[in-house]
T-cell receptor, first 117, second 111 residues
Framework: SAVISQKPSRDICQRGTSLTIQCQVDSQVTMMFWYRQQPGQSLTLIAT?????????ESGFVIDKFPISRPNLTFSTLTVSNMSPEDSSIYLC??????????????FGPGTRLLVL | GIQVEQSPPDLILQEGANSTLRCNFS?????LQWFHQNPWGQLINLFYIPSGTKQNGRLSATTVATERYSLLYISSSQTTDSGVYFC?????????????FGKGTKLSVIP
């Protein structure tokens, strides 16, 4: 498996501000993903972040609202911009480990709990 | 895109009871994973099981890919099994690598 950490683990923010969430992996991985989990809901993919290319966003998510960086093979950031209470969610990063022997394909970080007031 | 349906949405068990959770999916898949989300929000990998049967302690899973469903069995349930169980699939389109999650089954195990 991979050890994945996220910072911050939780935060309370005021509407109109922005928060950058960091995701760090203990080994080099090609594919990283960012998901959102709204309260009481399932996980929804925001974007795929591959090193060396622009992030690919899913329908309903735009770069201006959720800019993503992927400067190297072990690190990524997701920014939630101009926040509103509707952005209150858990944000999770995941990595795809396919191709590694005996590895299942995706592992998730511990998540960042965001509350927007 | 691929659709994932999980049942039941909620399940309450007495400690020691057995249960079966179901995941139906609408198309062929490259990947199917079962996760347990504990009360702190952490997603824990249970099984990678695009086909066949696997067992890990009190948990086992079976995927019948030709009939597009997967089952997760929990035997002798414990209070620590409480949480939400998610099934997630990756469609067989070339190079997708993206997981689509079902809505989950919320399991409550009472002493």
């Amino acid at each position: 498996s991979a050890v994945i950490s996220q910072k911050p683990s939780r935060d309370i923010c005021q509407r109109g501000t922005s928060l950058t969430i960091q995701c760090q992996v203990d080994s080099q991985v090609t594919m990283m993903f960012w998901y959102r989990q709204q309260p009481g809901q399932s996980l929804t993919l925001i974007a795929t972040a591959n090193q060396g290319s622009e992030a690919t966003y899913e329908s309903g998510f735009v770069i201006d609202k959720f800019p993503i960086s992927r400067p190297n093979l072990t690190f990524s950031t997701l920014t939630v911009s101009n926040m509103s209470p509707e952005d209150s969610s858990i944000y999770l990063c995941s990595v795809d480990l396919r191709g590694r022997r005996y590895q299942e394909t995706q592992y998730f970080g511990p998540g960042t709990r965001l509350l927007v007031l | 895109g691929i659709q994932v349906e999980q049942s039941p949405p909620d399940l309450i068990l007495q400690e020691g009871a057995n249960s079966t959770l179901r995941c139906n999916f609408s198309d062929s898949v490259n990947n199917l994973q079962w996760f347990h989300q504990n009360p702190w929000g952490q997603l824990i990998n249970l099984f990678y099981i695009p086909s066949g049967t696997k067992q890990n302690g009190r948990l086992s899973a079976t995927t019948v890919a030709t009939e597009r469903y997967s089952l997760l069995y929990i035997s002798s349930s414990q209070t620590t099994d409480s949480g939400v169980y998610f099934c997630a699939v990756e469609g067989s389109g070339a190079g997708s690598y993206q997981l689509t999650f079902g809505k989950g089954t919320k399991l409550s195990v009472i002493p």
